[in-house]
């Protein structure tokens, strides 16, 4: 038996956790517990690289949402959204 399990293979366990919230914590992006992978990617790339990113992945979660999530994909293009109002207000 595989050590690692199939991505989606894990999401849909873990989406069957009761305690797990899928958007706006998922388990996946913070396995090691110190740091979660959207502070990483914003120290990564800057103020406005990390706003193109927000900007890049709300794109891409409304349009796959009829396809894929349905209304977790728009939760999590909210997300986004809502990590970009933050990344803009403290440029004022």
């Known amino acids: 038996m595989d050590t690692y399990m199939r991505h989606e293979d894990y999401m849909k366990q873990a989406a069957k956790q009761s305690d797990v919230d899928m958007v706006n914590s998922p388990p996946h992006y913070c396995q090691d ?3 979660e992978c959207i502070d990483a990617i914003r120290a990564a790339l800057g103020p406005e690289g990390f706003a193109a990113f927000c900007r890049g992945n709300a794109i891409k979660y ?14 999590k293009a909210r997300w986004y ?12």
């Open 81 to 92: 959204m809502s990590k970009l109002l933050e990344e803009e207000q403290t440029k004022t």
């Open 62 to 75: 409304n349009w796959r949402m009829s396809h894929k999530n349905g209304f977790e994909d728009i939760a």
């Open 33 to 35: 517990g110190e740091i």
